[in-house]
């Protein structure tokens, strides 16, 4: 069963959608508002929004339809935002490890997933924050939106509703942990690139190679190839 719940406000998308999971048999349950006033990002960061000019969104996914490991869920649900986004924008959109989405340039959602038991059931909880109609940011900051990056307006309604169709429908039928490797590794932000990154407070020229199965980035640098872990590396872009 599939459904999407709607708050005018609310503190916390990934919060809330506990109070929607009523029933044994809420597998793909979804909750948005365009008025998140407390939004999480990864690691404790903060996720803030404009209101009315962004989405929130999240959906829990029921972990026993899930027969993937956490990392793999984690770039599949990445690289589905990324194929909606792509699919809306007519635009080229990347994946910035482990799961920003890129557009031009610019960041314009952040994901945040979290596993929480909830009513003897065990869910994956999806959060999205997805910069839509917002046209203003700080001058030095990575982030933008979709009508930034590309001009266009788009309902907000329209897009969580159809956003919320497609998530839930690729949950549904999830691909080969290899396949899934090959496409968001394909669509890397500055994958096979010399780029600048933070390294133990220290930057250093590298080029990212891929993500593998563990969750961890392989990067070549002047001293050979690592592998980093979120949080040990910073791409600065």
Known sequence: MS???YLKECSSTNDEISKFLLYENSDFIGLHT????????????????TAEKNLAYTLAVNTQNIVCSDF????????????????????????KWPND??????????ILIEKKKINQNNYFIIGAGINILQDKFDEISNAGSLLT????????EEVSLNLHEYLSE?????PSDQEILD???????????????????????????????????????????RSFYHKEVKLLY
């Open 3 to 5: 459904q999407l719940f």
């Open 34 to 49: 365009f008025n998140q006033t407390k939004g999480r990002g990864q690691y404790g960061n903060v996720w803030t929004q």
């Open 72 to 95: 793999i869920f984690n770039y599949y649900t990445a690289m589905v935002i990324r194929d909606f986004l792509a699919n809306l924008s007519e635009s080229e959109v990347k994946i």
């Open 101 to 110: 989405i890129i557009l031009k340039g610019k960041k314009i959602v952040g």
């Open 149 to 156: 990056q590309t001009g266009m307006e788009f309902d907000l």
């Open 170 to 174: 690729k949950l549904k039928n999830i």
């Open 183 to 225: 496409g968001y590794n394909a669509n890397l932000f500055r994958k096979d690139m010399i780029s600048v990154f933070e390294i133990e407070k220290e930057r250093q020229n590298g080029i990212i190679r891929n993500a593998d199965e563990k969750g961890e980035l392989w990067i070549e640098l002047e001293d050979g190839i």
